[in-house]
Structures are given as structure tokens and as C-alpha cells.
Nanobody, 126 residues
Framework: QVQLVESGGGLVQAGGSLRLSCAAS????????RGWFRQAPGKEREFVAA????????SYADSVKGRFTISRDNAKNTVYLEMNSLKLEDTAVYYC???????????????????WGQGTQVTVAS
């Protein structure tokens, strides 16, 4: 089993920045893909960004490209989401996830991810 714990959410003004962290424990493998998703009230969970643990290739949703950066710290088994130039529409619960399937690419589909964190709230205020 893999346990994922997010931290770093909070309230920030539009245009500001936040950094989310997701620490993993338990059984993890170098082929895992680690992703961030978010869910706003009344909306479906959507892909934000993902990173291949081995190799470090990344993928981003169009809505966050150029503003968000996903990165990893191998020694700490932690993935980060640096969020800059935050907008009101970035308000959501952000979830960390892990995909254990060996793939050629990085998936953006919720159903491909096997493990999920409990979520952390990000609120962007005007």
C-alpha cells in the first residue's frame, strides 16, 4: 500500500503563490507517476499536473501551463506543486495521486491513478 499526505494549502490573494507538498510512504516504485488533481465545488475532479518518478518527464493541464510547476525530491519521496499567478478559478481541493502502472506516457485520467491523498484546500481570494 501507498500512503499520500498533502500539505501546503491555504488562503491566498489572486496573483499570489503557494507550494503544495505530497509525501509518500509505504510501497513505492521508481516507475510510479505522481500527479496532482483538483476538484472545485460542483465540478468533476480534473487533472492539473503529473511527473514520472523515474526520469522526471512532466505533463500539465493547459489551464496551468506557465504558472504551475511540478517537481520531486527523490530522497524525501515527495512531490511538489509550485503555484504562481494564482487565479480565482484555481480555488479547489487539491489531491495528490499515484499511478503504479508502467506506461509509456503520463496519464491525465483520474481512473488511471491508484492511490490518493486526503486533499488540501486552496482558496484564491480577490
Amino acid at each position: 500500500q501507498v500512503q499520500l499526505v498533502e500539505s501546503g494549502g491555504g488562503l491566498v490573494q489572486a496573483g499570489g503563490s503557494l507550494r503544495l507538498s505530497c509525501a509518500a510512504s509505504g510501497r513505492t516504485f521508481s516507475n510510479y507517476i505522481r500527479g496532482w488533481f483538483r476538484q472545485a465545488p460542483g465540478k468533476e475532479r480534473e487533472f492539473v499536473a503529473a511527473i514520472r518518478w523515474g526520469g522526471g518527464s512532466t505533463s500539465y493541464a493547459d489551464s496551468v501551463k506557465g504558472r504551475f510547476t511540478i517537481s520531486r525530491d527523490n530522497a524525501k519521496n515527495t512531490v511538489y506543486l509550485e503555484m504562481n499567478s494564482l487565479k480565482l478559478e484555481d480555488t479547489a481541493v487539491y489531491y495528490c495521486a499515484a499511478d503504479r502502472t508502467l506506461r509509456s506516457g503520463v496519464s491525465s485520467w483520474v481512473g488511471d491513478y491508484d492511490y490518493w491523498g486526503q486533499g488540501t484546500q486552496v482558496t484564491v481570494a480577490s
